[in-house]
């Protein structure tokens, strides 16, 4: 086994979005773009500024900006050893970075590319190829927001429940549960009404048009020792949408933890 994180991992990947590049800028280079879509993200915009990505309860991951070149590119570096608990000296930083390339007819080119170096163990192979996935659905959250809310600032809802079933079996019980339709329907969750807009594997993405506005993701994933997580993240675009969070979140939860699965 190598001394040093000499073993490469990488990932492409690139989207078109509608927007000029000082709004898709502000969408994958700010604070409040990048959790407007993404994850909350805490942020010191400029190169060498620190920065943080909330994953859940007592989850995040930290790291700092190392490029900055507004309106076009941004990088950023994540300690991934730390994220998942491993000698920070194993692994070299987890680099991602962002450039933005202006298109014709009012469109920007979004290309991602995140690298980093291991020492060739199993788990970190895991690691990325999970990644990809992972990442993916969040890019379709990107164009929606700059689609419907481009420069708005957001508040999120986030529940998640965990079951001792497969991925698959649960994903089937939450979709039964809330009535998921199709890509383009018209569907009513919860009481909110809204348009799915995207269908993916084990998640769908709605565009929420009541009684707040916004995006609704639902997923499940997993499996860790045989349990798989059903989770909901709602960006909001509202002045209301604090009071909504505040009165919504308890009611979601219950719906996740008592989802009828096969047990």
Not at 23 to 51: D, Y
Not at 65 to 82: F, G, H, L, S
Not at 139 to 148: A, P, V
Not at 163 to 179: E, M, R, T
């Amino acid at each position: 086994m190598s001394t040093t994180p000499d073993v490469p991992y990488r990932l492409e990947f690139s989207v078109e979005v509608p927007g000029t590049p000082e709004q898709v800028w502000h969408a994958v280079a700010t604070a409040t773009g990048m959790s407007a879509w993404f994850l909350p993200t805490e942020m010191e915009e400029r190169e060498g500024g620190a920065l943080h990505f909330t994953m859940g309860p007592e989850m995040g991951s930290d790291g700092h900006v190392t490029a900055w070149e507004p309106p076009r590119r941004i990088v950023y570096e994540e300690d991934w050893a730390a994220l998942m608990g491993k000698d920070p000296d194993a692994l070299s930083p987890m680099t991602s970075e962002f450039v933005v390339e202006a298109r014709s007819g009012g469109t920007c080119v979004v290309r991602v590319t995140t690298s980093g170096f291991g020492r060739g163990e199993a788990w970190e192979q895991e690691f990325w190829d999970d990644m990809g996935p992972q990442w993916m659905p969040f890019f379709d959250n990107l164009r929606l927001y700059l689609t419907h809310f481009p420069g708005q600032e957001v508040t999120q809802l986030e529940v998640s429940a965990c079951h001792p079933v497969g991925a698959d079996v649960l994903w089937s019980a939450l979709h039964d549960a809330l009535g998921l339709g199709d890509e383009g329907e018209r569907v009513e969750v919860r009481g909110a009404t809204g348009v799915v807009e995207r269908v993916g594997e084990r998640t769908t993405l709605i565009r929420l048009v009541a009684p707040v506005p916004g995006m609704l993701s639902v997923y499940a994933y997993g499996e860790v020792g045989g349990a798989a997580t059903a989770g909901v993240r709602a960006y909001l675009f509202s002045a209301a949408a604090a009071d909504y969070v505040r009165r919504e979140e308890p009611a979601w939860l219950a719906v996740l933890q008592g989802l009828s699965v096969p047990g």
